[in-house]
């Protein structure tokens, strides 16, 4: 649950309890006694949704905040840090870049080598059934493989870690966007997207396995950073630099150890996987004209791609909420289908003799490599098995195979992308680590391919440089994220000449996608519901015709400096609030002020802490000698206090509590006029969670409101305000 | 010169001018007279520097303002602005992009063609009159080659254009920060920096053409973007992606039309300068050992190269302030003593026979290549002259050459490092445009090849790739740029298997020399007395300890709503403030409050509209129907209007106008007791020039000053609070 959403009945209950505190007839002031204010403003409230899809299960979610919390107690650190304190802790942070680099790197190659070796097993025994000619055997094994490696993927997600499920990128871009669910970086999603991730690829689904990777890699990082949270801080670029060079090294070591082959039957390829430095890269006029047709077909595919994925996502969310039985059944379903298509289909295919003067052997039998068998006779090969009855790397290799340029027919390159498009689409949203670079990367792989078969005429560009840029385009055509994608494409295949073409095919399909609609990732957060922030004020023009007073939801409950620990109570228990303002009133000051802002996390140590006092007094030195900075740091998973971890006698809730030194004193405002765009600025630049809005008028309580990152979401700013368009 | 920089002198003028106004007799009331009022805090002033060393020159700077000036007029634009007009302006951005891609890949293509073929007549009249046994002559027509050629770098940077001079990427990194000074982007300076980038790398100097490349482009944009400005926004990363995919191609298809050989003698190279592609990339742990040592060599030599650089650009800034003809004499100095070393060194190499069985030609006579014949007998080479004598990036090519070994001796390559320190340390700072990088390569890599050939026995590594990471570790020893420094050795070389090896020689090299001091372009901006601010509140520890008001400085002037041309002029006059607080007052409201901030561009704008009132009143409505936003947009080099370009009668003078309209409504603001700290992040993220100090109790007046870049310098916080010490 979020901050600030106090919902109507909370706020009736809010009026009621205080009325109930004032007719206690306690001895002091009327003032004293009701640090719960009347709301500051037209009491409004914010709905929107505090909940969202993470993963495949919908979890409450909260706001992360990144601001350094100035209170007397950091202060105090500062003052008496010394110079072996920092420098443990340069030491440390050190330390865990490279923890983090070196599981990183084990993790990776330790799934890529599982999926290598499960999926040869299964791949091995199809073949070896077919080459005996039992073939309804060989259906059988394949699909019973690919059932019990997708059950056992389908029942980790759904019965012990749902988060765990889709690709994970869009949950870790709203992470790093300041939306946190308990369960995003959890250990146990750590584990179940390892082996999820494994078991789904080995599957035969059409998944990749760099999505789940990704998420991975942040699980890793947050579970060996639980606890050091205290102190951390930006200069990251340096350190993440650190940490991929440590990966680097570890991925290369255990490749080179591989070689010798001690890893197993599949375990080949390595940091670049798809070596195309053969293919010349020259290139005229003609071959600009189809890299932007190929842009052009990526943009239009892409963009129906994300409407296709958004829709399937909606439809699954319904069947998975039923509970995870469904879940698994669903799997279960899509790997039926998934199956029944990469054995299926190669039927479809002719057999095609073998090209004389090969390298290498045809058909290749016992291995990974170009030319299947599958049904056909000696001497010839199935060019649609060579694609579908393959792992998923194995596959994209055979595509952007060059030199060959007959040896996928038309009608295979046709029906693999059909059919892989649609399996791309079918497979996103089920119950497993599901990552969506793979799919992508084939379907564009394919009718690149296909395309540059027909135009062998025009260009002279080579069928597989043309398969690596159809699924740049479409990969440009459904992520939209060119600068990434670039440099992606670039390590996957080692050859910097191809740079302009590739940005070149990459603009193209970005450009012709964004018209019809937004990044495939972008459209996940928003249908998940991910409150996300756009950095860029643009995104909603409508927010430069509104101030930050106008968004503000209500009821503000504040506290006085020195306040009664039976309202703070009172006032953690009836609202979900994270943040609290501090008012300084007489006599701490000669008139209203706003101290500073307190939050509930350090509310819970503190009143844990029980330093309390029986009359109003100042008490910040005593408090400052009982707790330290580190008391008060972000606890690691799940080992935060609870409202319930308290335990107060009566006698304690009449007593008085000092809040200044927990009071963040230096919290970011902006006056009430403030143009909300701008303020959306200052939020989302600085990594807020709570943004002060302080009155322009004398004369009025020292404080408007606060706004947190639900108060600028367009539901609740378009709710408020109805006679905005929310389009310009 | 800087806002608010009133000196003590000028606050004093200020108080006795302003009774002079009120006891004018006006037959308003004091409050509406007395506009500039009484300041807010005790009188102090910002004494740091408002000029700095821009090039060679030391010039008057300003701040940049990246805030988006929220009036009632741009509202008003927002408000009235059709799709037709939006879709202009996207194509327009676009168009720019564009044309900024264009022209930058030809000038970069023209600035390498011209110095290759000036660099090349050069080298050929030499190396023929060598031939002939001709030594005088040859060594009397290179050094006066080379003398013209300085001559005419140091022409142009002395007369024309002072900021040309140096790299340009200290006065860039710094322009990006916020600091403008109104000749670094000039077109005058985009002119001199071409050619005289030209000239000083032909003229045979220890210098690069890199450095000034970015300066160029940076000017290019500017120029092309004049009167652009008004509506540039965010969102950079997808537009710049797009104009470096255009300078790609144009640099391309220029390059494919040069190698028909139409474009003079030595017109060779490409995208990828150093195709180390060949050398085998497998290592062990000595290779790694050797890596290592490698990154703390250039760890050291990067801090002492610092070291020096920073003292010889002290030197030589006293001799360039005593005018253009020392500066050219100068160079001419520097000029002779580098041809005397290119000349006369490689006689100290013996001559060696060429190797057997090698490709190509020994000695290479008439072209570029690795083995230059010099004094030696045929058949023979002398390998020091193969390094001197040839172009930059020649003898950069030679030192990364893989294959042969005992191509260069140790000696040789002793003698080059030692000199080409030497020569690159004395030739930063002349008044020529020079990079850094191409010294600092070569020197790198010819240590690292000096310690390749000495671990020959240890370690398996290539002597090439030794001499690629010796200059990867210079680079990161120097310039602590980790990844964009290992971006750009990739796209040089071409060779991602390299990754691991580079970032671990970048990393070893960044954190030994960030151990003795700070990055030459971080240190040069110092120097150079840019007030560059830091992204991170952690560089300047003490401003945890600080709150805003202890640096704000001050006389601060405001105006009212509705202000008195006079007032409004004097203002103007007395002081060189870019932004003023606005006040509005009853009876315009009902308590003095801050309406928001004007600046002084559009006040002079206004101002020259003339459209004023004899009476105090509101004249929004006619003032926003007389103007537009366009009129006040930031206007292209050179036209903005001055102060003087008013003519105000002496009955104008006494008449008021409304500045609501354009007044910023949304100003950043923190409370005056906010971190320093805190208040640094919140300029700096958001890119501010202007940050205005509310107060925090009731009943003062309702602004308490302006923060600016300069109030954040550390000479300035430091003078006001002489007790703090500057590094914890």
């Known amino acids: 649950m979020e901050e600030r959403?106090?919902?109507?009945?909370?706020?009736?209950?809010?009026?009621?309890?205080?009325?109930?505190?004032?007719?206690?007839?306690?001895?002091?002031?009327?003032?004293?006694?009701?640090?719960?204010?009347?709301?500051?403003?037209?009491?409004?409230?914010?709905?929107?949704?505090?909940?969202?899809?993470?993963?495949?299960?919908v979890c409450p979610i909260e706001s992360l905040d990144y601001e350094i919390v100035e209170n007397e107690l950091l202060k105090q650190d500062w003052r008496s840090e010394k110079k072996v304190e920092i420098f443990k802790y340069v030491v440390l942070k050190w330390t865990l870049a490279l923890l983090i680099g070196l599981s990183t790197g084990l993790v990776g190659f330790f799934s890529n080598i599982a999926v290598e070796n499960i999926a040869g097993f299964k791949l091995l025994l199809t073949s070896n059934l077919m080459l005996k000619d039992r073939y309804y055997q060989a259906f059988a094994a394949y699909a019973s493989c690919n059932m019990v490696l997708a059950i056992a993927a389908a029942a980790l997600c759904a019965y012990i870690a749902p988060a765990a499920a889709g690709s994970g990128i869009p949950e870790v871009k709203a992470y790093l966007n300041g939306v946190d669910d308990h369960s995003i970086l959890a250990p146990s999603t750590l584990f179940v997207k390892i082996f999820g991730s494994i078991f789904g690829v080995?599957?035969?689904?059409?998944?990749?396995?760099?999505?789940?990777?990704?998420?991975?890699?942040?699980?890793?990082?947050?579970?060996?950073?639980?606890?050091?949270?205290?102190?951390?801080?930006?200069?990251?670029?340096?350190?993440?630099?650190?940490?991929?060079?440590?990966?680097a090294v570890v991925l290369r070591s255990l490749i080179e150890f591989c070689r010798s082959g001690?890893?197993?039957?599949?375990?080949?390829?390595?940091?670049?996987?798809?070596?195309?430095?053969?293919?010349?890269?020259?290139?005229?006029?003609?071959?600009?004209?189809?890299?932007?047709?190929?842009?052009?077909?990526?943009?239009?595919?892409?963009?129906?791609?994300?409407?296709?994925?958004?829709?399937?996502?909606?439809?699954?969310?319904?069947?998975?909420?039923?509970?995870?039985?469904?879940?698994?059944?669903?799997?279960?379903?899509?790997?039926?289908?998934?199956?029944?298509?990469s054995f299926g289909l190669p039927w479809l295919a002719k057999c095609t003799p073998c090209p004389v003067g090969l390298d290498h052997e045809c058909p290749t039998i016992g291995r990974s490599g170009n030319f299947k068998n599958f049904q056909c006779k000696s001497g010839h090969y199935n060019d649609l098995s060579s694609l579908f009855l393959n792992t998923n790397d194995d596959a994209i290799r055979n595509l952007f195979s060059s030199g060959n340029e007959k040896e996928f027919h038309f009608s295979t390159l046709f029906i693999f992308f059909?059919?892989?498009?649609?399996?791309g689409i079918i497979t996103s949203g089920i119950a497993i680590p599901s990552g969506l670079f793979i799919p992508v990367i084939l379907a564009g792989a394919s009718y690149g391919r296909l395309l540059g078969t027909f135009l062998r005429y025009m260009s002279n560009l080579d069928v597989g440089l043309f398969a690596l840029l159809g699924a740049a385009s479409f990969l440009g055509g459904t992520m939209r994220m060119t600068v990434s994608l670039c440099v992606m494409l670039l390590e996957l295949t080692n050859n910097l000449l191809m740079l302009p073409l590739v940005m070149l095919v990459l603009l193209v399909s970005k450009t012709v996608g964004d018209s019809f609609n937004k990044g495939v990732y972008d459209q996940i957060v928003k249908m998940k519901g991910l409150p996300y922030m756009e950095t860029h004020a643009e995104a909603e023009p409508y927010m430069k015709h509104l101030v930050a007073r106008d968004v503000v939801s209500g009821p503000l409950i504040t506290f006085s400096g020195v306040e009664k620990v039976g309202n703070i109570i009172h006032a953690l228990k009836i609202t979900?609030?994270?943040?609290?303002?501090?008012?300084?009133?007489?006599?701490?000051?000669?008139?209203?002020?706003?101290?500073?802002?307190?939050?509930?996390?350090?509310?819970?140590?503190?009143?844990?802490?029980?330093?309390?006092?029986?009359?109003?007094?100042?008490?910040?030195?005593?408090?400052?000698?009982?707790?330290?900075?580190?008391?008060?740091?972000?606890?690691?998973?799940?080992?935060?206090?609870?409202?319930?971890?308290?335990?107060?006698?009566?006698?304690?809730?009449?007593?008085?509590v000092d809040l200044h030194p927990i009071t963040n004193t230096s919290p970011y405002t902006v006056v009430e006029m403030m143009s909300l765009a701008k303020a959306a600025v200052l939020f989302r630049q600085l990594g807020l969670r709570h943004l002060c809005v302080v009155p322009k008028t004398p004369g009025r309580p020292p404080i408007v409101g606060i706004l947190t990152r639900h108060d600028f979401m367009p539901e609740h700013v378009l709710r408020l305000h109805p006679k905005i368009k929310p389009h310009k």
């Open 418 to 423: 059909v059919a892989i498009f649609c399996l």
């Open 202 to 247: 080995a599957a035969g689904f059409a998944v990749g396995k760099e999505g789940p990777m990704v998420h991975t890699g942040a699980c890793i990082a947050s579970f060996l950073g639980q606890g050091g949270s205290r102190k951390w801080r930006s200069a990251l670029l340096w350190r993440s630099f650190f940490t991929t060079a440590v990966v």
């Open 576 to 656: 979900r609030h994270n943040g609290f303002p501090v008012i300084d009133e007489p006599p701490f000051s000669d008139a209203p002020e706003l101290c500073g802002l307190v939050l509930r996390s350090h509310l819970l140590v503190l009143l844990k802490g029980k330093k309390f006092t029986k009359k109003k007094v100042l008490t910040g030195t005593e408090i400052l000698r009982r707790f330290h900075a580190g008391d008060f740091a972000k606890p690691g998973l799940g080992k935060g206090l609870k409202l319930d971890d308290l335990d107060m006698k009566d006698e304690e809730m009449e007593m008085y």
């Open 262 to 341: 001690k890893c197993g039957s599949f375990g080949q390829g390595g940091l670049i996987m798809f070596d195309v430095n053969s293919a010349e890269p020259t290139y005229n006029t003609p071959d600009i004209l189809a890299v932007i047709l190929l842009g052009i077909i990526g943009g239009i595919f892409g963009s129906l791609y994300n409407f296709l994925v958004v829709k399937v996502l909606h439809t699954y969310s319904i069947i998975n909420e039923r509970g995870p039985t469904f879940k698994t059944l669903l799997v279960i379903t899509i790997s039926l289908l998934t199956s029944c298509c």
């Open 5 to 57: 959403n106090g919902s109507d009945i909370e706020a009736e209950g809010l009026m009621s309890e205080k009325k109930e505190l004032e007719s206690n007839g306690s001895s002091f002031s009327d003032r004293e006694i009701s640090p719960i204010k009347e709301p500051l403003l037209k009491s409004r409230t914010n709905n929107t949704s505090q909940i969202a899809i993470v993963g495949a299960n």
